[in-house]
């Protein structure tokens, strides 16, 4: 990659069946900067955002990330064993990325150490749980999607923090929200999306002001 | 293999943690091969089959001056069909329905035919069509051989007492004649009383010989209604709960229960978790997961492979019952397990990647591994179509590796040929699960 990205989307497209979920599109995110992905319900931002992450393969064009850079992606729906402890889906998926530190991670996300299934927590819980296996592989990009949905007001500062963290340290952030709170608290620039098309990339302030956000109201 | 080693592991540790699922696995195939062994058993038993008296039979018969309760006596050698008595109307419309699966007709004249001792009478037999047909009809022939096992004797006594009515003289009848004969003994006595002759000489001579003759009948008579005797010993056979093929189904059934169930509801799992979006980023293969999910199907068939056989050997032991090697072979059994858990591992990855959800990966699962089992139990015989679609299938493929590893003398034909089919099976359904499983990253 020559243009210093940390990541790249280069015509990325992805249709399910005869359903346009995302047009093609260019997306490229910088280190030290954290870019919201705004947009309504079924804009196309989660499906761009798996597509960034690796997790889902696009239809058409190709991303690409630096050489040798970390990326966790917390997805918005919970994305863990149910059946397994926090602990426990914490040791699977440090394991299998061969990183992170489980005990520190339980302790900074104040996770519950008991023994119980996953799948028992509260929403919040399981919102954290996704987010510190996002942290295992102590990542350079973070990719978060409405990461912030079902936490409470002091969780949520502490996500921000951590996203700052990322952000200050040169590595990037992209993150999917509804919340104007987190384009305060964490985004520099906003890409807002509707119907499966990039129709605003640019800073917050300019973003805020904008026919787009107007529209997106 | 380190991720599929890790994903093996967290699989088990779930498993692990969710014990009354594990419970229903287990149980529930052992329950099913109980049931079907039931079925086996009931299909093996009495068909019921009309007996139609015409002839108006007494209860009791003579016949060469030996009485039979005819109730008694089909009873007693109708020991794999259901009698039941029923008018001719009756059994013509049960046997149209499949009520009965045949007719025997007791005809007029039959009583008449049977104790005038000079011809044979007959039973007609009507049967329906279908694959019991066979069965039934050899169980007819083998109720007639008995019958006629019985009324030898009479037959044979009434023969010999003919003879000896021709060696000493006295009195006798024969379709309802009386007559009075003096026989070779009065013969002789009557020949000695006349003058000496060449003619008195030879045909004295002539009576000797005969005298000699039909002395030795008696045994010449009960050889030739017998020329083969069979003597039934008491068996030290197992008891059909322990036979063979009852282990062999028991172990297929459950194996073919459990690793598909669990290889296609883990697969699934993993996309109802949503975590197969974080370990398609590189950090599991699709095809790593398809292993990992035929490993996870081996390892419980290992597992509750090795306590069935464990099982079975004790209740062996304690049975005191022959035949078979129970603890030697249970490391071949074990491979065995090993492929056939493999091969119904794969089986499930695929309908776990086409499912693409656990609940309805375990409804497919039980609706595909019921008729493969069942038409693995269709003897080829019956339905060959059924045998040819079986062999698609792992199960029929385990079932004769575990029955010939079990207690075959020299098993390793049968194995070496059974072993290819499960690997190639599992070959061919993975390679296809492989190729689906791209849809639950979707």
Request: hydrophobic content about 50%; overall charge neutral.
């Amino acid at each position: 990659m020559n243009t210093g990205a940390l990541l790249a989307a280069h015509g990325v497209a992805r249709r399910f069946g005869s359903h346009v979920a995302l047009e093609s599109t260019d997306l490229e995110v910088h280190g030290g900067e954290a870019v919201a992905l705004v947009g309504p319900n079924g804009a196309g931002k989660s499906t761009l955002l798996a597509i960034l992450a690796g997790a889902l393969e696009p239809s058409d064009g190709t991303v690409e990330r630096a050489e040798g850079v970390r990326a966790g992606w917390m997805p918005q729906r919970p994305a863990h064993y149910g059946r397994l402890s926090p602990r426990q889906n914490l040791d699977v998926f440090a394991q299998l990325e061969r990183a992170g530190d489980p005990d520190e991670l339980l302790s900074r996300l104040e996770l519950p150490t008991d023994d119980r299934p996953a799948a028992t927590l509260s929403v919040g819980n399981r919102q954290r749980l996704d987010l510190a296996i996002s942290l295992l592989p102590d990542p350079q990009v973070l990719l978060l999607d409405e990461p912030t949905a079902a936490l409470d007001p002091r969780q949520r500062r502490r996500l921000w923090e951590t996203a700052r963290g990322v952000r200050d340290a040169g590595g990037a952030v992209v993150l999917v929200t509804q919340n104007l709170e987190d384009l305060e608290h964490v985004a520099d620039r906003v890409v807002a999306l509707l119907d499966g098309k990039v129709i605003f990339d640019g800073p917050v302030a300019s973003y805020l002001t904008s026919e787009a956000a107007g529209a997106l109201r | 293999m380190r991720p599929v080693w890790l994903i093996l592991r967290k699989d088990l540790l779930v498993l692990w943690r969710s014990p009354a699922l594990l419970g229903v696995l287990i149980a529930y195939p052992l329950v099913i091969a109980l049931l079907i062994g039931l079925t086996a058993a009931y299909a093996n038993a009495k068909p019921r089959v009309a007996f139609v008296d015409l002839d108006g039979i007494p209860h009791v018969v003579t016949v060469g001056g030996a009485s039979f309760n005819i109730d008694h006596l089909i009873n007693d050698v109708a020991k794999n069909v259901e009698i039941v008595r029923m008018s001719q109307g009756d059994a013509k419309s049960q046997l149209a329905s499949g009520r009965v699966a045949a007719v025997v007709t007791v005809p007029q004249g039959f009583i008449a035919d049977l104790k005038g001792l000079v011809s044979s009478p007959h039973l007609t037999l009507a049967t329906g069509s279908g694959g019991i047909t066979p069965r039934v009809r050899q169980q007819m022939q083998a109720l007639v051989y008995n019958l006629n096992l019985k009324l030898q004797k009479a037959f044979i006594q009434a023969d010999i007492e003919y003879v000896n009515l021709l060696l000493h003289g006295g009195k006798g009848r024969v379709l309802g004649h009386d007559f009075s004969i003096i026989g070779l003994d009065g013969t002789k006595r009557l020949l000695e009383q006349t003058p000496d002759s060449p003619q008195r000489k030879k045909v004295l001579d002539f009576v000797g010989d005969a005298r000699l003759a039909l002395a030795l009948t008696n045994n010449a008579i009960r050889a030739t209604a017998s020329p083969i005797v069979l003597d039934e010993e008491k068996g030290e056979g197992r008891t059909s709960l322990l036979s063979a093929q009852v282990q062999a189904y028991g172990l297929a059934i459950t194996i073919t229960f459990l690793g598909l169930l669990l290889a296609a509801g883990a697969l699934a799992a993993e996309r109802d978790e949503n975590a197969i979006g974080r370990l398609v980023r590189g950090l599991v293969g699709l095809g790593q997961l398809v292993v990992a999910k035929i490993g996870l199907a081996v390892t419980v068939a290992l597992g509750v492979g090795f306590a069935i056989l464990v099982g079975f050997g004790v209740a062996v032991e304690v049975g005191g019952v022959h035949g078979g090697e129970p603890w030697q072979r249970i490391p071949l059994v074990l491979v065995g397990v090993l492929f056939a858990g493999a091969a119904v591992g794969a089986v499930g990855a695929l309908v776990g990647a086409l499912a693409r959800e656990s609940r309805t990966a375990s409804l497919v699962g039980v609706l595909v591994v019921l008729p493969v089992i069942f038409i693995g139990l269709i003897p080829k015989g019956i339905v060959p179509v059924a045998a040819w679609v079986s062999d698609v299938f792992p199960f029929v493929h385990a079932v004769r590796f575990f029955a010939s590893a079990l207690y075959d003398r020299s098993p390793w034909e049968t194995i070496a040929r059974e072993a290819a089919w499960l690997i190639g099976l599992t070959a061919v359904f993975g390679a296809i699960a492989r190729l689906s499983v791209r849809r639950l990253a979707t």
